[in-house]
């Protein structure tokens, strides 16, 4: 089963400005080797279950080092014998409404 | 950290009427011995990241057995030192406003 | 279409403990007067779409008079010919389970 | 105050494909006018709080249209005195990071 996982994790005691903590986990997501997608309000990551959760914990971990405390949204989509859906999910509304929707 | 995940999973696969499903899920987190409250949307769960994750993996693990998609929200609350959360949050709000919220 | 919306909005400027706002919002949607469930997670409203929507707008505008950046989200099940889910979702799941789930 | 929303909203009764429903969506979308960013797992607007919440609505209203059971997420980021913030939020990071994070 392969799974797409939304995320976005935020620190609540460091202000309003938490770009510094995101690019943190932005670091480890993209060191973790996974394709993943990043957008205005999160980011996509996909594997299998214990991988793109890995991922999550380890931006945790790092977050937890110095935040006392952290909200975190996770969305997930998980279905059997489709991979690289981080790139058709989108390419196949493109197709069906025969427009190019990120221009 | 203690950790306060609210979950829920469904099918996407077994039409509009999905309480089997959830109601396997409920078993197992009530089997799991961790804190949790039920509510109409989700059910909230207490512990630190490990466990709690845990459960949403026992329960993913179960609903992929014989489900072919499956939807999964999770949110995150953690806070340093503190524990019994999953009480004391409403009562604080109770505190605040001098009023009974769960009548 | 009956709509169960649950939600929690919390603003990013005012640190780690966010009480005092929390209260606010639970102060206009008990007066609101349509049902609803406070969980340590969120509040879950019932109501048709403008009616539930209108809430959580309130609610905003209340943050928004003190707050300069606001977190806020919201899950929706909408479900045609049923009311009254807010109790029956739970008890449906406690039927078959048989259990109290909310010991 | 600006609006970022991110949702997606889903069918429950329409077996586990519903890129069909989701198309719908998008051309309302694309139709509102306001700017749009589609990700793998929803679709982020920005817009003030009445607009955004317009576009979710009318797309509610067409999917109720023929559906009989609706699930929908909705997340919001809003913030004062920040426009743009569809492209900002994601450029920042990667000025930070100074990494070109979408290849």
Known sequence: MS???????????KGE??????S?????IDQSGLPFSLNPMGT???GQWEEVMKVVKD?????NSDCSRISCMIKIDARKG?????KSK???IETILNKDLNK
Request: aromatic share 8%; hydrophobic share 40%; glycine share 2%.
């Open 59 to 63: 931006c945790y971990d790092k977050m």
């Open 82 to 86: 489709k991979d690289g859906r981080i």
């Open 44 to 46: 996509v990551i996909e």
């Open 17 to 22: 400005s938490v770009s510094k903590y995101v």
């Open 90 to 92: 989108i390419q196949k």
């Open 24 to 28: 943190r986990s932005l670091d480890i």
């Open 3 to 13: 799974v797409l996982l939304e995320f976005s994790m935020t620190p609540l005691d």
